[in-house]
């Protein structure tokens, strides 16, 4: 089994950054895809960004050039360094694995962030 423990949430004056960690523990497949999703109230679930094992990444639109994700292969935890934040990015963030071609698939259990004067 797999466990992702998320930390870095909170609340963050418009303009301001956060940085959210996440660190996977258990069986971990070495080649593996990391990432962040977020769900507002009264929304879907949607992808943040991600960042594979050999550190190829994707971002979604709405936060290009403003998030940036990476990661420690050797420590196995991925970060997601939030600056420019919007009221529009507040949500639940979640951290997510995913092996063998999204076969297998792990959740974290999400990290408040909310961006708010």
């Known amino acids: 089994q797999v466990q992702l423990v998320e930390s870095g949430g909170g609340l963050v004056q418009p303009g301001g950054s956060l940085r959210l960690s996440c660190a996977a523990s258990?069986?971990?497949?070495?080649?593996?895809?990391m990432g962040w999703y977020r769900q507002a109230p009264g929304k879907q679930r949607e992808l943040v960004a991600d960042?594979?094992?050999?550190?190829?990444?994707n971002y979604a639109d709405s936060v290009k050039g403003r998030f940036t994700i990476s990661r420690d292969n050797a420590k196995n935890t991925v970060y997601l360094q939030m600056n420019s934040l919007k009221p529009e990015d507040t949500a639940v963030y979640y951290c997510?694995?995913?092996?063998?071609?999204?076969?297998?698939?792990?959740w974290g259990q999400g990290t408040q962030v909310t961006v708010s004067s």
């Open positions: 997510n694995l995913k092996t063998h071609g999204g076969y297998f698939n792990y």
């Open positions: 258990g069986s971990i497949f070495s080649v593996n895809t």
């Open positions: 960042i594979t094992s050999g550190e190829s990444t």
